[in-house]
């Protein structure tokens, strides 16, 4: 026997083959045209963005700009800022998932493993129907139908819970608030999250599921102990996709919600106060001054940036939940 050897494992072999007909080598050079044309496109746009936004970021600096508050174009010396549009961008965002969240798990858990195929073939339709609808029609049925009932529902919130900050409302007027934004948000974003969990749940082993049962475990067992866990990666990369359509919102927020510049809602939700930037881009930019345009601009650039941001954790989340992607 031999004993005290060591060996080095060997490095891993990159698989590369080149194309050799000359149908590949098109296919090979339109294929990795494409790629790089989408990296050019994306560093174009934050070029021109950044160009155009650059004279208010140096005017303005670009920590004020970015946290400061207040937008006022009528003054002699107009100052824009975009801290509490930003904030309540995240805001309604973090309202909308959260409500989107267990339902869209709920939907995407009925139809894999619940429903008939007739049911759950049905219901798989409706889901992307959902989703293909424009988000100026979502606007529209909110500000007509759903504000009532969601304003109705923010002052039951309020006169039960009115102690919690959270639901303190002095204004006496429950329309347009961020609980409501916040609901608009959660009707667009269900389906994209129960679209990918869906497609998550239908990968899982159905072996796993059937030993979890097999040794004695309940539904609401298995879906804890097995089915979670093994589609957490995907899930989680399904809400932070959510989370940045949500962050990126403009017509819908902007149906329902009133913005308000000068100061911060930090967390009254039934307050008929709020922001989002990409609704501020929208209501002001018809109108906007050259000087005011720059700014509208520099609020894309920032907003582009934390979305990017958000995608990048997205990706970091789901290789760490799932580490044999790496």
Known sequence: ??????????????????????????????????????????????????LRAWPTFEKFGFLNFVFGSGWDNSLENPTFSIGPMLYGSFLIAGIGVLLAVPMAISIAYFIEFMAPKSIAKG?????????????????????????PIGAHWSELLHNSLGFIPLFENDADNFQRTPFIAGFIVAVMIVPIIASITREIFSQIDQDLINASLALGANRETTFRKVILPTAAGGIVGGVLLALGRAVGETVAIFFVLNLVFDEVNWFRIVLPEGGA?????????????????SALLAAGVVLFGFTLIINTIASFIVVRAQPWRK
Do not use: Q
Request: charged content about 15%; overall charge negative.
């Open 123 to 147: 219901t798989t339709i409706l889901v992307d129907l959902l989703a293909a609808i424009p988000s100026v029609v979502i606007g529209l049925w909110g500000l007509s139908v759903f504000s």
């Open 277 to 293: 930037v990409a609704s501020l881009i929208l209501a002001k930019f018809a109108e906007a001054t050259a000087e005011e345009v």
């Open 1 to 50: 026997m031999i004993t005290g050897l060591t060996e080095a494992n060997p490095d891993k072999r990159k698989l590369s083959i080149k194309a050799s007909s000359v149908p590949d080598r098109i296919f090979y050079s339109v294929a990795t045209a494409a790629a790089y044309s989408t990296i050019v496109l994306v560093v174009a746009i934050i070029f021109f963005l950044t």
